[in-house]
């Protein structure tokens, strides 16, 4: 669909006013949120990463096709986010200690948020104890983290240990995901689950609850 690819190569050409005007023409013309996410933005982040990885592009133009990108989930959040649920639970939700990256965390948050949790999002680069100071404010009945890269995934298993050691990781469960994780690590890392991408964490979050 022409307007779907235009936003993915708009958001590869890093035009976010662009990006964000297209996703509104797409919205205008019934094409639904998640289509637009996954046909439109996802497919065009998703060529960023493998012209990334084949050092065709460097951090600068990873950098301004991310900021497209925010700029087309920003038109899109308010829908994805829509929610006539009340609170169906707390979730703390943050990129481990180390790790810059927040697309992949902040799409997990606005689909948590449109299934009507009530989420508190801890940002990027957190600390073991930032989740754990979060934890003791907001009481959650899911602490969520992200990792995006292969050395930085070991901040998970060290705000689990950090949880579990503070004595509050009773009746609160912990999710992980992002592109290098596994249900396998989520299991040794004593994870009570794993989502490989934004939906599948909503699923997880729910059955967690006890929702469905
Ligand atoms: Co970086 N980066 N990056 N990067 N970057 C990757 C991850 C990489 C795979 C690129 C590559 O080499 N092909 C590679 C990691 C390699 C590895 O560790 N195995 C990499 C690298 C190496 C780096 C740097 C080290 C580069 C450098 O400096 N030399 C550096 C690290 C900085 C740091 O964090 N300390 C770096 C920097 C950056 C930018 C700042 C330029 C930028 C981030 C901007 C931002 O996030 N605001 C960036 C980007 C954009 C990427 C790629 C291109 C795209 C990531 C992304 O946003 N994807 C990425 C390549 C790629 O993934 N193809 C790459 C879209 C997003 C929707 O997907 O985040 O996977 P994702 O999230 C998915 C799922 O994973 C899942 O759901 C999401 C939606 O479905 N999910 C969860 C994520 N979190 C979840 C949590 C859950 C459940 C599911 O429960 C709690």
Redesign the pocket.
């Known amino acids: 669909m022409a307007d779907l690819q235009g936003i993915a190569e708009n958001l590869i050409e890093g035009r976010a006013p662009q990006v964000a005007a297209l996703v509104g023409g797409a919205l205008a013309g019934e094409i639904t949120p998640q289509t637009i996410l996954n046909e439109g933005?996802?497919v065009g982040?998703?060529q960023?990463?493998?012209r990334?990885?084949?050092n065709e592009i460097y951090?600068?133009e990873?950098?301004i096709?991310?900021?497209a990108?925010?700029a087309g989930m920003d038109v899109l959040r308010p829908l994805l986010a829509k929610s006539g649920s009340p609170t169906v639970g707390r979730v703390v939700?943050g990129?481990v200690q180390?790790?810059?990256?927040?697309?992949?965390?902040?799409?997990?948050g606005m689909?948590l948020t449109g299934a009507g949790f009530e989420v508190t999002d801890i940002g990027?680069?957190a600390p073991a104890d930032r989740f754990k100071e979060a934890v003791k404010e907001h009481k959650p009945h899911?602490?969520?983290?992200?990792?995006?890269?292969?050395?930085?995934m070991m901040g998970m298993s060290r705000t689990v240990d950090v949880l579990r050691e503070a004595g509050i990781s009773e009746g609160v469960k912990v999710?992980?995901?992002?592109?290098?994780?596994t249900a396998a690590y989520a299991e040794e890392i004593g994870a009570d689950?794993?989502?490989?991408?934004?939906?599948?964490?909503v699923d997880?979050?729910r059955q967690l609850v006890g929702f469905e």
């Open positions: 933005l996802m982040m998703d960023v990463g493998r990334f990885k084949a951090i600068p990873v950098l096709a991310a900021r990108m925010h939700l990129t180390g790790d810059r990256h927040d697309i992949g965390k902040n799409l997990v689909l990027v680069d899911i602490v969520g983290i992200s990792a995006l890269l292969t050395t930085t999710i992980v995901g992002g592109a290098p994780v689950g794993y989502a490989a991408d934004a939906a599948s964490a997880l979050a």
